[in-house]
């Protein structure tokens, strides 16, 4: 059900530490569109559709479906897709900003990517991912201030000082996450 299944996982895709690749490969209707979208990175194969349906069955959107689309498409765009049904497509959505990537080797990619973030430091990546969340939802003053507080921490780790290193040394930095 919605409050012991959807909303859950939705809430653990964004709220994790780790950054969470999608890579979708055929219809994406309903609560999988929150599922989708609560996703960090969103990589679609070619010409895959996206459908609401919702009030098809007499039903709203859920799972956080009204909030992610209205944030990212705008009121209007978001209430055509919600009533009409008429379904966007992986092309429509990357051209809107809500798919990072179309592309036939989506699941390759996919593993491309989540490889290229396993190397980076991983306070540093959990931090931009939570800063980036947040300052979606707040005012810029608020967004600020948590920048700058995650900037004091991470100042301070030894990812930091060893990424300082590597770049002057001209080498690929060696992260542990302290």
Known sequence: ????????LVKSLRESEKIVIGAINGVCAGAGLSVATACDLLISKPEVKYISGFSKLGLAPDAGASSTFSKRLGHQRTLEFFL???????EELEYLGMINLVSDEY????KNWA?????LAPQSVSLI???TRYSADVDFESSLERETEAQRFLGNTDDYQEG???????RAPQFKGH
């Not at 300082?164 to 001209?170: H, N, S």
């Open 129 to 131: 991912k939570k800063n």
């Open 164 to 170: 300082l290193k590597a770049f002057f040394e001209k």
């Open 115 to 119: 490889s290229e973030i396993n190397k």
């Open 84 to 90: 009409f049904n008429k379904p966007l497509t992986a």
């Open 1 to 8: 059900t919605l409050e012991t299944e959807w909303i859950p």
């Open 107 to 110: 699941l390759e990619d996919a």
